[in-house]
């Protein structure tokens, strides 16, 4: 039987109703998660269809355990986003068979034994962008990796320290996220490592290490000589007790250097290594290939190699009873049955995740490549499967904790809240470890159960303290997972929630919109006319749970209020005080150490900071971090990330040229030959192709326009970069060749690209890589190129492609300065893999 499709706005339309008018978390729905084919063919019309298709799933593997769930009764947990909500990738994937794809978010990778050989190097670097590519976000660890100087046996001698290898890491992620693909990559070395200031230093370079996030994993020894400022020894290999390599350091100047770096450019993030390792349940079974090496980019699953795991999300908001009233109470009978529920639909999930496994591997074997090069792809997925069944790992997590907290009459940051969240979390450890030991009774335990192991763990002791006869059970029968809590950023997911993120307070509790209108409709009100002429009505948006705020207490949400009188709400409101940039920072720090001994993985969390704080305060937020038990941090100093990003080479004449306001230095004579990319992409299916050439990796001219047209240009679909070679033909005519390898390692060249391309094109395409080559910043050329005033439709869709092409250098995290956002018409745009990206309500832009 056919399935039916729906078209983008029959989707749309059913989730605004979904939603009740929320266009926002409409539009997230049915861009990420609505099931799709590689045609854009839409097979779900609302949320609706994608709970039941995720209920029937799950439905199907509880079926073969006793006790079995009925579709019914978890697609009454999932509807409408209330209690229970599985994270990006099982959203996405569970029920779909239009994507051979994983359903793990992330993964974790590493190989043992002479890792730092070259072959490990790029044999690591290949298993990367092979997760990547099924959806799985990755971490892998750097210190086994030798220092700069090192000997080496081959013909360089000496080793290049692995500052060369994060760029090519960071690269391969970058290649991943082209073509609407993401990826997601985190790097980590132990500070031990002599080589540690350079990677600390690595994304300070303009334009270095974009693709990837970046933290470093501190010792307490360390820790400690920073703060009472002793010398630290950095040795490589850093567990030997003969390294090869071991230097003395000021553990207090390096320990300035990450702090003036987080505050600068929001990296490094810092990871609390022994408190992770001391704590963490899988690393008892370390010796059985369960030793943790790094963690996922976001920080909040530290993985062994060749293990993953899935994420969970569950919605504390709905067990407020009565919110943001007097008589408001939290439902913990309620809480502790679901969270029960959620780590039992976590395991199943891990059966769904072995299943996906297996059709990976089975499409492997069905490609048409030789075994030699998809060998190593098949090796990769047996050794995840493997991990993945023998610990059953899962993540079980939250979300709401901003709005629980406000709707239950309490201030975020506050000691009250916090006794409060430390309650909830140590309810949801209790409940979900004892739902994994029932589980143990009907399934068995994870292979490797052994409670001998375990006995000398904190975190299994503040268990076996809590509740003594839930321990005593875990002993005699086991456990069904190895570990199983985390707390996630739950992103676009708390669009759908529409509740705060994670563990974090609200953002905004209002925020200004804007939207379209025709300014000669009747009864339009016109408050802004951007430069285009486009006609804008201003409205408040209010965060969802304050306007329920609102509404329980009396206020008319329809009413247009002035600026002093929504000021005037907030203050009465629980959110006064309590947004992300205004929480006692330091308070937020404890809260999270506090709730971090409840949870066995780790948490997920950012201090957002206004821009004026100090360097000081992130060395006291950090050193609390670390005092209070945290297993990681990270700061975001409100713009920090916009034009901080410079080189780290000294220029001698530094100071002669501030005197003298030099102009800055530009190639006068073009090269002959370019490195170049090849970009492709599509306006109103019109397949385009830009050629960009680069000096240095930087954009220094650029030749775009139509494919497959008369005047066009037919370029193989496996072509991506290139060389551009400045040539003259018979007449002595300046021209500009394209050349490539095909398939077989040829060398093909494409003559004249100024013939190949509509004239009109290329006097445009002159002129904007005679800017680039001034060097002025590649935001600006895209804003100048958006604000070209042209006739012809023809040049407009040309301009169009500009833009897109040169996204793709913007450095993540640069501020589109005088954009503004479409949805809610703040100016708080910023660059992000290519894409506009929101930092007031989120929403993103790509292309």
């Not at 810092?270 to 704590?279: G, K, S």
């Not at 969970?312 to 809480?335: C, K």
């Not at 809260?591 to 957002?608: A, E, F, L, P």
């Not at 006291?620 to 916009?642: I, M, Q």
Request: glycine share 6%; with cysteine; hydrophobic share 35%.
């Amino acid at each position: 039987m056919e399935k039916k499709t729906y078209s983008y706005d029959e989707a749309y339309n059913a989730s605004l109703q979904y939603f009740k008018g929320d266009e926002l978390a409409a539009r997230v729905w049915v861009n990420k998660y609505a099931v799709k084919d590689s045609f854009g063919n839409i097979y779900e019309k609302s949320p609706e269809d994608m709970h039941w298709r995720i209920a029937n799933e799950v439905a199907r593997i509880e079926a073969k355990y006793p006790n079995a769930l009925s579709a019914q009764e978890l697609f009454d947990l999932l509807d409408h986003f209330k209690y229970i909500v599985p994270q990006g990738s099982p959203m996405t994937g569970i029920g779909n068979d239009y994507q051979v794809a994983s359903l793990s978010n992330c993964f974790v990778i590493g190989l043992e034994g002479a890792a730092d050989s070259y072959g490990a190097i790029i044999r690591i670097d290949e298993e990367q962008v092979q997760l990547m590519k099924r959806r799985g976000g990755v971490g892998h660890d750097l210190s086994h990796i030798r220092p700069k100087g090192s000997p080496v046996k081959n013909s360089a001698l000496t080793s290049t320290g692995l500052v060369p290898f994060m760029e090519r890491y960071s690269n391969s992620t970058r290649e991943v996220a082209q073509d609407g693909r993401r990826g997601a990559l985190m790097l980590s070395v132990s500070i031990k490592h002599p080589d540690s200031e350079a990677f600390i230093d690595a994304k300070m370079t303009e334009g270095k290490v974009t693709g990837a996030n970046v933290s470093v994993k501190l010792d307490d020894e360390f820790m400690q000589a920073a703060v009472e400022g002793r010398m630290y020894t950095q040795q490589f290999p850093i567990d030997s007790d003969h390294p090869m390599v071991s230097k003395q350091i000021n553990a207090s100047a390096l320990w300035k250097k990450i702090v003036h770096n987080a505050w600068k450019s929001a990296e490094p993030g810092v990871l609390f290594w022994d408190t992770i390792i001391r704590e963490s349940v899988p690393d008892c079974y370390a010796d059985l290939g369960f030793r943790t090496v790094s963690t996922n980019p976001c920080g909040e699953i530290p993985l062994c190699p060749y293990d993953s795991c899935r994420l969970l999300a569950i919605n504390l908001y709905s067990y407020v009873i009565n919110p943001f009233t007097p008589e408001a109470r939290f439902d913990f009978d309620l809480f502790k049955k679901h969270i029960a529920l959620a780590q039992r639909i976590m395991d199943d999930i891990i059966d769904l995740e072995l299943e996906k496994i297996e059709r990976i591997m089975e499409k492997i074997d069905a490609d048409p490549e030789s075994e030699e090069v998809k060998g190593a792809e098949r090796h990769l997925w047996e050794k995840i499967y493997r991990k993945s069944g023998l610990g059953r790992r899962t993540g079980v997590g939250i979300t709401a904790e901003g709005d629980m907290l406000a709707a239950m009459g309490l201030r975020y940051g506050t000691e009250e809240a916090t006794e409060f969240s430390e309650q909830v979390h140590k309810t949801v450890a209790l409940e979900a470890y004892r739902s994994s030991v029932n589980m143990a009774k009907e399934r068995g335990a994870f292979e490797i159960y052994d409670a001998e192991r375990e006995k000398n763990n904190p975190f299994i002791n503040r268990i076996k303290d809590a509740d003594p006869a839930l321990y005593e059970d875990m002993v005699r029968y086991g456990r069904r997972n190895i570990a199983c809590l985390t707390i996630a950023p739950t992103g676009t997911t708390s669009l759908m929630t529409q509740t705060t993120s994670g563990i974090e307070p609200v953002f905004m509790p209002v925020y200004m919109r804007r939207r379209k209108v025709n300014p000669n409709d009747a009864n339009v009100h016109v408050d802004f006319v951007d430069e285009t002429g486009d006609a804008f009505e201003e409205y408040v948006v209010f965060h969802h749970k304050f306007l329920t705020w609102m509404e329980v207490n009396g206020y008319d949400p329809n009413k247009h209020y002035t600026q002093e009188e929504i000021d005037d709400l907030v203050a009465k409101s629980p959110y006064y005080k309590a947004t992300s940039n205004d929480v006692d920072w330091l308070m937020k720090v404890k809260m999270q150490g506090r709730i971090q001994k409840w949870v066995d993985h780790s948490i997920s969390v950012t201090i957002n900071l206004p821009n004026s704080v100090d360097e000081e305060l992130v060395n006291r937020l950090y050193v609390e971090a670390w005092r209070s038990g945290c297993k990681g941090c990270t700061v975001y100093r409100d713009g920090s990330r916009a034009g901080v990003l410079i080189s780290t080479k000294k220029d001698k004449k530094k100071e002669e040229e501030e005197c003298h306001c030099k102009p800055p230095q530009v190639v006068e004579v073009r090269p002959k030959v370019l490195e170049a990319d090849v970009v492709r992409f599509q306006n109103n299916k019109e397949k385009w192709v830009a050629f960009v050439g680069l000096l240095d990796g930087r954009p220094y001219e650029i030749f775009t326009g139509l494919q497959d047209d008369e005047e066009g240009i037919v370029l193989p679909k496996s072509v991506t970069s290139g060389r551009i070679i400045k040539n003259y033909d018979e007449d002595g005519v300046k021209r500009y060749d394209f050349q490539f390898e095909n398939k077989r390692g040829y060398k093909m060249t494409i003559e004249g690209l100024s013939e190949k391309f509509n004239k009109e094109y290329w006097n445009y395409a002159k002129l904007i890589s005679g800017v680039l080559r001034w060097r002025m910043p590649i935001e600006q050329v895209i804003k100048l190129v958006g604000s070209l005033q042209l006739d012809s439709e023809n040049i407009n869709t040309w301009k169009n492609g500009v833009e897109r092409a040169l996204k793709k250098y913007v450095q993540d995290g640069t501020e589109a300065k005088g954009v503004k956002c479409p949805n809610c018409g703040h100016e708080t745009l910023v660059y992000q893999e290519g894409c506009l990206i929101c930092k007031t309500c989120g929403s993103s832009r790509c292309g």
